[in-house]
């Protein structure tokens, strides 16, 4: 018998703390947050918490893709260093920038066009990757996320979104 405990206490307190820190990422257990993103794009962010480990970000804000620019996200946290403090995530979204924007199309048997348009709406996609940091007892959130913005239309193109940012929830 001591020996199924001894094999099995390290496995359901490996679990136990797994679970727990899923269910500790979220401020002081509260579900909406709102803030800055600096960066590529500039901008508010909000943040809406739909599971322990998954959540909607959205923003409205400036960037080179178009201003302004309005973008979603849906991500994953998961606990990559085992803490309750600091988490990473990772997840899809869209982004809808409207009137003056820049970026780059591919055309042509690989020619690279740089192109900037003052009224036209911008489509694309893109997959962000992050770390936040949720200090102890407080009731904000630090991020700083990267990934790559793929243009869809008016023309296929390609860029990459970083940012810092900080939430507070209320």
Known sequence: MTKLLKTIAPAILAITLTMSS???QRPEGRN??????????????IKVWTAPDQAFTGMIAASYFGS????????????????????????????????????????????????????AAGIAARVML????VPRQTPIEIFLEAGPLIGISPGFGAAVDLGLGIRFYP
């Not at 709102?34 to 960066?39: C, N, S, V």
């Not at 620019?69 to 085992?82: K, M, S």
């Open 22 to 24: 899923a269910f500790a």
């Open 68 to 119: 302004p620019r309005i973008g979603g996200d849906y991500i994953w946290h998961f606990n990559a260093f085992n803490s309750d403090v600091v988490n990473m995530y990772a997840g899809p979204g869209l982004v809808l920038g409207l009137g003056h924007g820049a970026y780059y199309i591919y055309r042509n048997h690989g020619d690279v066009f740089y192109v900037r348009d003052d009224g």
């Open 130 to 133: 992050g770390i936040n940091i």
């Open 32 to 45: 909406f947050g709102f803030g800055l993103i600096l960066g590529d794009p500039v901008g508010a962010t």
